[in-house]
């Protein structure tokens, strides 16, 4: 039996590196992933700004221009790879199989088109239904994302519709064909914190439901804390700890993913800031990060040379928790005077 079938894996990422050419030379956005994204489970990615979770979301999807972008690895989803798929290939599977949503929904929807014929479009392209199975599928997936009139809404235009109804909208529409997996790219970023808790609300509904497995990517830790089963952090295009949400919450190895949570603030204590030690600088752009090494090195200089590989690899802490780098071994926050762990 294939792992694919084995381990409820959906979609596996192997070797993943994409590089985007800029003033006629290639740097790597992300490189070398490998991750599995499985049935009925969320797999969050984090990481800051910057450090390529948007493009490797859009490399699954295939929405490149090749003129300026090298790809390679592969991405299987059904035994097949999709970095082999042509245009028309990926238009089967965009939208039926794998659903997007994206972060901004007022650019998603088209401004002059009413709701019902937007959410039509992906079920015009995809499946048979009659004209009047359409209009009841649109009723019930508007029903499905919490719409409270969805009679009302399915005639509205974009405008008319509040941040938190529009990016409900773009759900239905990712959901529409039942896709076994849906990537979310930071689907609650725009949103107020309430509007925020209702829409994570509805992704979890409808991964129970559909069975679907969920990408979940955002910078928002208290978001995948809430939400996630899997998380994977970021961090200038690799892949530098891996784990079950307890795991990486609960013990950290990665000096960037310790970095993170130390910058997040924990539920309601009164949070001294001088406690919400933040690691300083940036991911750096992808025109300036170092080819060789460990990537994170020049944001931690008290770690010795010798602490980090020279050539990085994950290493496991414990059965599915992985960490890149043997420098989380010697790594200790240097303004706090932290033991080292
Ligand atoms: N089409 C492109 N051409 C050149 N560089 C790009 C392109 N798209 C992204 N990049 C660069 O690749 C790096 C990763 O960007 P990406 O948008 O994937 O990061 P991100 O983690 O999703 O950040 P954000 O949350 O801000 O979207 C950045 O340095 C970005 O400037």
């Known amino acids: 039996m294939s792992r694919l079938v084995e381990d409820n894996v959906l979609l596996e990422l192997n070797d993943v590196s994409t590089s985007f050419k800029i003033s006629g030379q290639y740097y790597d956005a992300v490189s070398h992933v490998n991750l599995e994204v499985k049935k009925d489970?969320?797999?969050?990615?984090?990481?800051?700004?910057?450090?390529?979770?948007?493009?490797?979301?859009?490399?699954?999807?295939?929405?490149?221009n090749p003129d300026v972008t090298h790809i390679s690895g592969q991405v299987l989803f059904e035994g097949r790879d999709l970095l082999q798929f042509d245009e028309k290939g990926l238009n089967e599977v965009r939208g039926a199989k794998i659903g997007m949503i994206f972060q901004d929904p007022l650019s998603a929807l088209n401004p002059l088109k009413r709701i019902e014929d937007q959410i039509k479009e992906v079920l015009d392209y995809h499946t048979e239904m009659t004209a009047k199975e359409k209009h009841d599928r649109v009723i019930e997936l508007l029903d499905q994302v919490g719409i409270v009139n969805p009679e009302r809404t399915a005639n509205q235009f974009p405008h008319e519709l509040s941040g938190g109804m529009r990016q409900?909208?773009?759900?239905?529409?990712?959901?529409?064909?039942?896709?076994?997996?849906?990537?979310?790219?930071e689907p609650t970023t725009a949103l107020d914190v309430t509007i925020q808790v209702q829409i994570l609300d509805v992704l979890r509904g409808i991964q129970r439901e559909n069975h679907a497995g969920i990408i979940l990517i955002t910078h928002d830790l208290g978001v995948v804390a809430e939400t996630a089963d899997e998380v994977a952090v970021m961090y200038a295009g690799e892949i530098v700890e891996r784990g079950t949400t307890e795991q990486v919450f609960g013990d950290p190895r990665h000096p960037y993913t310790r970095s993170l949570l130390r910058s997040m603030p924990q539920g309601d204590q009164d949070v001294d800031n001088d406690d919400l030690y933040v690691i300083q600088g940036s991911v750096p752009s992808i025109e300036r990060m170092p080819q060789t090494g460990d990537r994170f090195a020049a944001r931690i200089p008290w770690?010795?040379?010798?602490?980090?590989?020279?050539?990085?690899?994950?290493?496991?802490?414990?059965?599915?928790?992985?960490?890149?780098?043997?420098?989380?071994?010697?790594?200790?926050?240097?303004?706090?005077?932290?033991?080292?762990?």
């Open 168 to 185: 409900r909208v773009i759900i239905a529409i990712a959901i529409a064909c039942k896709p076994d997996i849906i990537i979310a790219d």
């Open 303 to 341: 770690i010795s040379a010798e602490a980090h590989e020279e050539n990085p690899t994950m290493h496991e802490i414990v059965p599915g928790h992985q960490v890149r780098c043997t420098c989380y071994k010697e790594f200790y926050f240097k303004s706090l005077g932290e033991s080292r762990v």
């Open 41 to 64: 489970e969320i797999l969050a990615i984090v990481g800051e700004s910057g450090c390529g979770k948007s493009t490797l979301a859009t490399t699954i999807m295939g929405l490149h």
